[in-house]
């Protein structure tokens, strides 16, 4: 079936370092977006990307949808310790099945 | 505008036992969905309803079942809890499938615990 992978599962980081995700589909997607889960709390949205290729930029984070429109990746610049949480990518096939299906998502953890 | 809500936000339950999780949305949204997250597993949609009425199967339906009667309220059931059902089940509602501006808004989550 359609699989999103997600890597890795887990990073620490020292504050102040950088940290990238990589989500990669095994389908072409019609859009990615990506989901931010603190600890203890549910997934909030963060942001969509539709076009291939496409960048966006959020502050310090920086999204990224590949040009075969299979993977996308997040980059966090200069990590603080407010972005520690779970970070989810989620994809709609463009075979339209209707479901958003979602990454195993990677686990940051800054270390003040 | 409470968004979406679930009820109850704990539980613990015997092998056996049954149990309905209440989801509500004041959004109007035509969508609602039921996932469930294991650690290292991610969001696994369980049930998905795209509009009243009407339900579908998810990636991990068995075990469950779900109604939706009014819009606003996706109903999840457990007839016969098991031990393997012991997760945190989010519910999430969205106004339309495959559209480029669609967006899932998550509940707080229901912790269940099945002994």
């Known amino acids: 079936g359609q699989q999103v992978m997600q890597i890795p599962q887990y990073q620490h980081v020292q504050e102040g370092e950088d940290f990238t995700t990589y989500c990669n589909s095994s389908t072409t997607l019609s859009n990615i977006q990506w989901y931010k889960q603190r600890p203890g709390g549910h997934p909030v949205f963060l942001i969509q990307?539709?076009?291939?290729?496409e960048v966006k930029k959020q502050k310090r984070l920086t999204f990224q949808f590949g040009e075969a429109k299979k993977n996308s990746s997040l980059h966090i610049t200069a990590t603080q310790t407010t972005d520690v949480g779970t970070y989810f990518c989620a994809g709609h096939p463009s075979s339209n099945t209707g479901k958003l299906i979602f990454g195993q998502g990677t686990t940051l953890q800054v270390k003040p | 505008n409470a968004g979406v809500t679930q009820t109850p936000k704990f539980r613990v339950l015997k092998t056996g036992q049954s149990m309905t999780l209440l989801c509500a949305q004041d959004?109007?949204?035509?969508?609602m969905y039921w996932y469930r997250q294991d650690p290292g597993m991610g969001l696994r949609l369980i049930h998905y309803?795209?509009?009243?009425?009407?339900?579908a199967k998810g990636e991990v339906p068995d075990g469950y079942n779900v109604s939706r009667l009014k819009k606003q309220n996706f109903l999840l059931g457990l007839e016969s809890a098991a031990p393997s059902q012991t997760s945190v089940y989010f519910c999430?509602?969205?106004?339309?499938?495959?559209?480029?501006?669609?967006?899932?808004?998550f509940g707080p989550g229901t912790r269940l615990t099945v002994l």
């Open positions: 959004m109007n949204h035509e969508y």
């Open positions: 999430a509602s969205s106004y339309r499938h495959r559209q480029p501006t669609d967006t899932q808004y």
């Open positions: 309803s795209v509009g009243e009425g009407t339900t």
């Open positions: 990307l539709v076009k291939s290729g």
